[in-house]
């Protein structure tokens, strides 16, 4: 059903004339019949997206299960069982159950926090049916309704144009542009882009001003946001570089593993043990090499950063992405609503004289002061107040102050026009009693032709009429300019300058209109503006800007040195997207910008050689912003892309990272993110990849202490089966290591805070193991040390004729014992652990105090000390024992001083 509004919506409906369009999609200015409504919407299918597949709680409780380290454990626990070992197996299957009911818990977690920001509202949309009017639910519209449109209605499909007054459309969803876009009803050329297609109003944008009529040609996935929406879903997530890492790391493992099991039952043959017990000493050798506990401890780190960012305003979608965000190496930001405001600011003021004013302050909030020559101007002249006046008059924003149940200002009316209010509001201009002083008693809407737009007031004065719209337009019609409270004839060595003057503040990426006033005039309907030729004074030029949001420098500037390489991808004009990023660090001297045009002129290779000189990408459409993405991807890069609108929804798909807004956002762009920006702050960006850089940082902490415990108990066992010992620590007492002592730490050893250097650093190659050449090197450090202390003891206490349960129970305490200072090595790569730092981390203490109560249980209670072959000995063992597996703990500090007088 739906593949016939594709087709249809295939056509360039722009380059038709209105009644054309009508005629070809089988209607008429009337609209449909409701009979013929009811059967298009069967026909064409409802007029909605289809809704996103939300998975399973059983798919993600079983998507928990696949992990190479997961299916070694399901290995070794099914040959135990098989040999009769119960205890052993369901241990290790509690294990894997326990990362599964965790990882899946925190995932639903996320899909909630997601739902939570969704929308529920219905939309209503306005249509002719049988030549009446009637409100119908936006999802009911079919292809030939007429649709009726006034200011702050959202446009419900994507239609033609057939008659409009002074229309003007809000598209930065879907095209980036920051300014509303006046419409007119002139067919177009076929190749005519997105965002210049006048006579079009699409699905997802709002009406801003103006009202009229325009005929569906397209609905639900046939329309230009449905057709991105099935981009998005095509895009094809790339893994993560965590995922990447494990899923290496696993191979690794299982192949070490089966490697040492077979080495282990070679060797035990050859000495003539048993094939039985030989099994189970191999499978204690591969269970002692898993770190049991690195899924769960991975599982909660992310966890745990999808709460610290969720306090920081980032609700994560996606567990792994915390540690992606951690690795991103370059950010693709959207600028619209992202790194700017989205609110229209008048920055200067140029009067005809040539004289400059700077206008402090950002978006609609009132709060700033009209500054000359760095110093604020405490009366303002009579020129510049005569001029805010004027911007009032001609003008029909409002602007509401803060009340107890919102405390923002609240704009009503067009973005430019919004920006005069408050900029006479900063002046000291109060627009209710202005507009009270003079009222309004005729005008001329703004018309997109003539750029135009005029007012009639009662001034003390008399009637008078004020023009405001392009400097080109308002000069022509000018016979003076006010300079000084005088009006000086204006000849066209007058104007040329004054042109120059709006082109200079236009090439400063800033939007120029200029304010005249006719003074003694009135406003004849059909003579239009061409009434007040040569007889418009000019109050002087006004500029204004969509400013960056003021903690976006801050946050680029902790990007740069984090080694992150912020670009904007935005569909505004080329110009205006290289001043902005300029101002915000973005655009560097000698960086490159392109717009949509030249980006499609570039081959791949030329892309690929040109890309990493490039800061701004402009007038960009969705596909392009798949290829820009792809492009970094290809050179290695980790991206995160971050936006709002619709049109960033492939991207944001695509990216390792897509970075959603949750105020502004669309819901397609949430929907195709990982991670949602709550508060629409791009620092809370910068703030989440500090976070997880944390995250990432603690997953390395925990591999080093998981893998150098693992690597120190099969070296142990080993060692001790060829020098003709019997194994130093039952399966059992391995188990009991590696999920209770261990345990309690790596969990607690992830909620370590910052260290502070996190954004010094530079990001985690894609290319970079799990286990980097800094951490081997500090294995080859303590695995030693671990061995020595505990095989050594083992050794000794054998030798001495103390009993063989003993000694085992000792070298099993011993080697808790070396974790726990461990513990304390991996807490930083260069910072001593002899210090009370570690009080900063309450939940390690208290995994530490709670691991030693349960060793005392394990050791000296009766009953457990059954399940774990373990016997009591006395407090002089315990002390030894402390001093023993110490050793570990200064070897490490030996190191880490070293590494200081290095670095200093």
Same mark, same amino acid.
């Given at each position: 059903?739906?593949?016939?509004?594709?087709?249809?919506?295939?056509?360039?409906?722009?380059?038709?004339?209105?009644?054309?369009?009508?005629?070809?999609?089988?209607?008429?200015?009337?609209?449909?019949?409701?009979?013929?409504?009811?059967?298009?919407?069967?026909?064409?299918?409802?007029?909605?997206?289809?809704?996103?597949?939300?998975?399973?709680?059983?798919?993600?409780?079983?998507?928990?299960?696949?992990?190479?380290?997961?299916?070694?454990?399901?290995?070794?626990?099914?040959?135990?069982?098989?040999?009769?070992?119960?205890?052993?197996?369901?241990?290790?299957?509690?294990?894997?159950?326990?990362?599964?009911?965790?990882?899946?818990?925190?995932?639903?977690?996320?899909?909630?926090?997601?739902?939570?920001?969704?929308?529920?509202?219905?939309?209503?949309?306005?249509?002719?049916?049988?030549?009446?009017?009637?409100?119908?639910?936006?999802?009911?519209?079919?292809?030939?309704?007429?649709?009726?449109?006034?200011?702050?209605?959202?446009?419900?499909?994507?239609?033609?144009?057939?008659?409009?007054?002074?229309?003007?459309?809000?598209?930065?969803?879907?095209?980036?542009?920051?300014? =509303?876009?006046?419409?007119?009803?002139? =067919?177009?050329?076929?190749?005519? =882009?997105?965002?210049?297609?006048?006579?079009?109003?699409?699905?997802?944008?709002?009406? /801003?001003?103006?009202?009229?009529?325009?005929?569906?040609?397209?609905?639900?996935?046939?329309?230009?946001?449905?057709?991105?929406?099935?981009?998005?879903?095509?895009?094809k997530e790339p893994r993560t570089p965590l995922e990447q890492r494990i899923a290496q790391f696993g191979r690794y493992i299982m192949i070490a593993a089966a490697v040492i099991f077979v080495a282990v039952i070679g060797m035990g043959l050859l000495r003539g043990m048993a094939l039985g017990p030989t099994i189970m000493v191999?499978?204690?050798?591969?269970?002692?090499?898993?770190?049991?506990?690195?899924?769960?401890?991975?599982?909660?780190?992310?966890?745990?950063?999808?709460?610290?960012?969720?306090?920081?305003?980032?609700?994560?979608?996606?567990?792994?992405?915390?540690?992606?965000?951690?690795?991103?190496?370059?950010?693709?930001?959207?600028?619209?609503?992202?790194?700017?405001?989205?609110?229209?600011?008048?920055?200067?003021?140029?009067?005809?004289?040539?004289?400059?004013?700077?206008?402090?302050?950002?978006?609609?909030?009132?709060?700033?002061?009209?500054?000359?020559?760095?110093?604020?101007?405490?009366?303002?002249?009579?020129?510049?107040?005569?001029?805010?006046?004027?911007?009032?008059?001609?003008?029909?924003?409002?602007?509401?102050?803060?009340?107890?149940?919102?405390?923002?200002?609240?704009?009503?009316?067009?973005?430019?026009?919004?920006?005069?209010?408050?900029?006479?509001?900063?002046?000291?201009? +109060?627009?209710?009693?202005?507009?009270?002083?003079?009222?309004?008693?005729?005008?001329?809407?703004?018309?997109?032709?003539?750029?135009?737009?005029?007012?009639?007031?009662?001034?003390?004065? &008399?009637?008078?009429?004020?023009?405001?719209?392009?400097?080109?337009?308002?000069?022509?019609?000018?016979?003076?300019?006010?300079?000084? &409270?005088?009006?000086?004839?204006?000849?066209?060595?007058?104007?040329?300058?004054?042109?120059?003057?709006?082109?200079?503040?236009?090439?400063?990426?800033?939007?120029?209109?200029?304010?005249?006033?006719?003074?003694?005039?009135?406003?004849?309907?059909?003579?239009?503006?061409?009434?007040?030729?040569?007889?418009?004074?000019?109050?002087?030029?006004?500029?204004?800007?969509?400013?960056?949001?003021?903690? +976006?420098?801050?946050?680029?500037?902790?990007?740069?040195?984090?080694?992150?390489?912020?670009?904007?991808?935005?569909?505004?004009?080329?110009?205006?997207?290289?001043?902005?990023?300029?101002?915000?660090?973005?655009?560097?001297?000698?960086?490159?910008?392109?717009?949509?045009?030249?980006?499609?002129?570039?081959?791949?290779?030329?892309?690929?050689?040109?890309?990493?000189?490039?800061?701004?990408?402009?007038?960009?459409?969705?596909?392009?912003?798949?290829?820009?993405?792809?492009?970094y991807q290809q050179r290695g890069e980790v991206v995160a892309m971050t936006g709002d609108g619709v049109n960033d929804a492939p991207a944001l798909v695509k990216a390792d990272v897509g970075v959603a807004m949750g105020i502004t956002g669309t819901e397609v762009a949430k929907e195709s993110s990982k991670i949602v920006i709550?508060?629409?702050?791009?620092?809370?960006?910068?703030?989440?990849?500090?976070?997880?850089?944390?995250?990432?940082?603690?997953?390395?902490?925990?591999?080093?202490?998981?893998?150098?415990?693992?690597?120190?108990?099969?070296?142990?066992?080993?060692?001790?089966?060829?020098?003709?010992?019997?194994?130093?620590?039952?399966?059992?007492?391995?188990?009991?290591?590696?999920?209770? /002592?261990?345990?309690?730490?790596?969990?607690?050893?992830?909620?370590?805070?910052?260290?502070?250097?996190?954004?010094?650093?530079?990001?985690?190659?894609?290319?970079?193991?799990?286990?980097?050449?800094?951490?081997?090197?500090?294995?080859?450090?303590?695995?030693?040390?671990?061995?020595?202390?505990?095989?050594?003891?083992?050794?000794?206490?054998?030798?001495?004729?103390?009993?063989?349960?003993?000694?085992?129970?000792?070298?099993?305490?011993?080697?808790?014992?070396?974790?726990?200072?461990?513990?304390?090595?991996?807490?930083?790569?260069?910072?001593?652990?002899?210090?009370?730092?570690?009080?900063?981390?309450?939940?390690?203490? &208290?995994?530490?105090?709670?691991?030693?109560?349960?060793?005392?249980?394990? +050791?000296?209670?009766?009953?457990?000390?059954?399940?774990?072959?373990?016997?009591?000995?006395?407090?002089?063992?315990?002390?030894?024992?402390?001093?023993v597996g110490s050793l570990v703990l200064w070897v490490e500090e030996l190191r880490k001083l070293l590494v200081r007088r290095r670095g200093s």
């Amino acid at each position: 059903m739906q593949q016939a509004a594709e087709q249809d919506a295939q056509r360039p409906w722009h380059a038709l004339q209105g009644a054309e369009a009508v005629v070809a999609v089988d209607s008429d200015h009337g609209g449909l019949s409701v009979d013929e409504a009811r059967a298009r919407l069967v026909r064409f299918g409802p007029n909605a997206l289809p809704a996103p597949e939300s998975r399973s709680l059983l798919s993600v409780f079983v998507g928990q299960f696949k992990s190479p380290l997961i299916y070694l454990l399901f290995a070794a626990a099914g040959v135990a069982f098989a040999l009769g070992h119960t205890s052993d197996a369901i241990v290790i299957f509690i294990v894997v159950l326990l990362n599964a009911i965790i990882g899946a818990f925190q995932e639903g977690r996320a899909q909630r926090s997601m739902e939570a920001l969704r929308k529920l509202a219905t939309h209503n949309a306005r249509v002719v049916r049988g030549g009446q009017e009637a409100i119908v639910e936006a999802r009911e519209v079919v292809p030939g309704d007429v649709v009726v449109l006034e200011a702050g209605d959202a446009v419900p499909a994507d239609a033609r144009l057939l008659r409009g007054a002074a229309l003007q459309i809000a598209e930065a969803a879907l095209t980036g542009e920051s300014l =509303p876009v006046a419409k007119d009803l002139l =067919p177009l050329a076929p190749d005519t =882009p997105l965002a210049d297609r006048r006579n079009m109003v699409y699905a997802g944008t709002h009406v /801003t001003a103006g009202r009229a009529r325009a005929v569906v040609v397209a609905t639900g996935l046939a329309t230009e946001i449905g057709r991105i929406a099935a981009l998005a879903g095509s895009a094809k997530e790339p893994r993560t570089p965590l995922e990447q890492r494990i899923a290496q790391f696993g191979r690794y493992i299982m192949i070490a593993a089966a490697v040492i099991f077979v080495a282990v039952i070679g060797m035990g043959l050859l000495r003539g043990m048993a094939l039985g017990p030989t099994i189970m000493v191999g499978i204690s050798q591969v269970v002692g090499m898993i770190p049991e506990g690195l899924p769960v401890a991975m599982t909660i780190a992310l966890a745990v950063g999808v709460q610290r960012m969720a306090r920081r305003r980032a609700v994560v979608r996606r567990l792994a992405a915390v540690e992606t965000l951690g690795s991103t190496t370059v950010i693709c930001s959207d600028k619209t609503g992202t790194l700017t405001r989205n609110e229209m600011t008048v920055t200067a003021i140029v009067l005809p004289g040539g004289r400059e004013l700077t206008v402090t302050g950002a978006g609609y909030a009132p709060e700033g002061r009209i500054v000359e020559d760095g110093r604020a101007l405490e009366a303002l002249p009579e020129d510049v107040l005569a001029l805010l006046e004027a911007a009032v008059l001609c003008n029909d924003a409002q602007l509401h102050g803060p009340t107890d149940s919102e405390p923002r200002w609240m704009p009503i009316g067009d973005p430019t026009e919004v920006a005069l209010v408050t900029l006479g509001i900063k002046g000291g201009v +109060v627009p209710a009693v202005l507009r009270e002083r003079e009222p309004r008693r005729a005008e001329i809407p703004f018309d997109s032709g003539a750029k135009l737009m005029a007012t009639q007031h009662d001034s003390p004065g &008399g009637a008078r009429v004020v023009i405001k719209g392009a400097p080109e337009m308002i000069l022509e019609l000018c016979r003076a300019a006010r300079s000084d &409270g005088h009006d000086v004839v204006l000849d066209d060595e007058g104007r040329r300058a004054l042109r120059d003057i709006a082109d200079g503040m236009a090439a400063r990426a800033l939007r120029v209109l200029a304010i005249g006033v006719v003074e003694g005039a009135e406003i004849e309907g059909s003579a239009g503006f061409e009434a007040f030729r040569g007889r418009v004074t000019l109050l002087g030029l006004l500029g204004q800007i969509d400013p960056p949001r003021l903690e +976006v420098k801050e946050a680029v500037a902790r990007c740069r040195a984090a080694g992150i390489r912020p670009v904007m991808v935005t569909g505004d004009h080329k110009a205006t997207g290289h001043a902005i990023a300029t101002d915000l660090g973005i655009a560097r001297e000698g960086d490159g910008v392109v717009d949509g045009r030249e980006l499609e002129a570039m081959s791949e290779a030329e892309l690929a050689e040109r890309i990493a000189g490039i800061s701004v990408f402009a007038r960009v459409h969705p596909a392009q912003k798949l290829r820009i993405v792809d492009a970094y991807q290809q050179r290695g890069e980790v991206v995160a892309m971050t936006g709002d609108g619709v049109n960033d929804a492939p991207a944001l798909v695509k990216a390792d990272v897509g970075v959603a807004m949750g105020i502004t956002g669309t819901e397609v762009a949430k929907e195709s993110s990982k991670i949602v920006i709550a508060d629409d702050n791009f620092a809370t960006i910068v703030a989440a990849v500090e976070e997880g850089r944390i995250v990432y940082r603690n997953i390395k902490k925990t591999v080093l202490l998981l893998f150098s415990t693992s690597a120190a108990e099969v070296a142990v066992l080993l060692l001790a089966m060829l020098l003709g010992y019997p194994a130093p620590f039952a399966a059992v007492q391995i188990l009991w290591n590696n999920l209770v /002592t261990e345990g309690l730490i790596t969990i607690n050893l992830i909620m370590e805070p910052a260290e502070g250097d996190e954004m010094r650093r530079p990001p985690i190659s894609r290319a970079e193991p799990l286990l980097t050449r800094i951490l081997l090197t500090r294995m080859a450090f303590m695995v030693p040390a671990i061995v020595v202390s505990t095989l050594g003891w083992f050794v000794v206490r054998t030798a001495s004729g103390v009993p063989e349960d003993q000694v085992r129970t000792e070298t099993f305490t011993l080697l808790a014992i070396c974790e726990w200072y461990n513990v304390l090595n991996c807490r930083s790569e260069t910072k001593s652990a002899l210090t009370l730092d570690v009080l900063k981390n309450g939940w390690l203490v &208290g995994g530490l105090v709670v691991g030693n109560l349960l060793q005392i249980a394990v +050791v000296f209670w009766e009953p457990l000390g059954r399940v774990f072959y373990t016997v009591p000995f006395g407090f002089p063992v315990v002390l030894a024992l402390g001093l023993v597996g110490s050793l570990v703990l200064w070897v490490e500090e030996l190191r880490k001083l070293l590494v200081r007088r290095r670095g200093s």
